[in-house]
């Protein structure tokens, strides 16, 4: 929630467009889906990188992490992608809530979930 908030009031001030719920844009915004906030604002890409990888580094399992191998640097590169999900939709297609969620893969097309 506090994601969303944050994004729709960048958008306000800086005049990018508000498109679908607050989830589902501050999904496509910080995930650089569309680029104009990170562009506008690289540190928030760095930023979001960071507490990426240090949320990655406190999983319980390994087997939540890529292999163990040897990675060069540019492996360690995330790849960010954005999803609108639909949740709590009844049978004839009402009532759902629409929301965005994050897809982040690297280490090789690995897909990290921390």
């Known amino acids: ?48 990188d960071s507490v990426f990888l240090l949320k990655l580094f406190m999983v319980p399992s390994l087997d939540l992490l890529p292999p163990l191998r040897r990675w060069r640097m540019r492996d360690s590169n995330l790849i960010w992608k954005s999803k609108s999900v639909v949740s709590g939709a009844s049978l004839l297609g009402g009532g759902g809530t629409s929301s965005g969620e994050y897809q982040v893969c690297g280490f090789g097309g690995f897909e990290l979930k921390p």
């Open 1 to 48: 929630l506090g994601e969303a908030l944050f994004v729709d009031q960048l958008c306000v001030q800086m005049g990018f467009e508000r498109e679908g719920t607050a989830s589902e844009q501050a999904a496509v915004y910080i995930s650089g889906s569309d680029s104009e906030i990170v562009d506008h604002y690289p540190e928030l890409a760095a930023f979001r």
